[in-house]
């Protein structure tokens, strides 16, 4: 693995933690993890807001350096790029605008099949690690699928637990594509 991806991969990681960190640093008493989301601490914490921005632009430079044009993987460029951008946008953009939402829900829509399709292309040179990432993208996909048809309209919960979970579960996938990667 070169250089440069391992500091991206490490960059992506560092960008996490720093969310994680932000959640907990910005964590008040009035945040409600059933009817709250993960973008109200964006509305008190400028340091979240920077994190979503640091993670999104560490997506877009590891999907730039780590993902060819060459050998059928377009779609897994086009929609992690997109991931990366969405994701820099719900940093800027902080759930007071009414374009927060949309770029949320098209982040947690594009980056789950971004993994999935990197998943593919991984799973030529590294069968292993191409299978985790398609059961990580696939779980993304669970999770966000159960949560608007089973939380959304039937119970009326907020977001903050399929993002906190959505978030551990990409650490946990970072980690080990860090371990497994080879180039």
């Not at 440069?4 to 994680?20: C, G, W």
């Not at 350096?65 to 953009?93: A, N, P, W």
């Not at 770029?103 to 040179?125: H, R, V, W």
């Not at 637990?161 to 579960?169: A, K, M, Q």
Request: with cysteine.
């Amino acid at each position: 693995m070169t250089q440069k991806i391992k500091k991206n991969l490490r960059l992506i990681l560092l960008s996490f933690i720093l969310i994680f960190i932000s959640v907990y640093s910005s964590y008040y008493t009035g945040f409600s993890w059933i009817k709250g989301s993960l973008s109200d601490f964006g509305l008190i914490s400028e340091f979240f807001n920077v994190s979503l921005i640091i993670s999104g632009i560490a997506l877009g430079i590891f999907t730039l350096l780590v993902i060819d044009k060459e050998h059928s993987q377009g779609l897994c460029r086009l929609f992690l790029l997109f991931s990366s951008l969405f994701l820099t946008f719900i940093g800027i953009f902080t759930k007071d605008y009414l374009i927060h939402f949309i770029f949320a829900i098209f982040f947690f829509i594009t980056f789950p099949f971004g993994l999935y399709f990197l998943g593919n292309n991984l799973y030529k040179s590294n069968p292993e690690l191409g299978i985790v990432t398609k059961i990580v993208a696939a779980s993304l996909i669970i999770i966000w699928a159960l949560f608007f048809i089973i939380w959304m309209l039937v119970f009326r919960f907020g977001l903050a637990i399929p993002e906190i979970i959505t978030l551990s579960i990409c650490m946990i996938w970072v980690f080990y594509f860090i371990y497994k990667f080879k180039r």
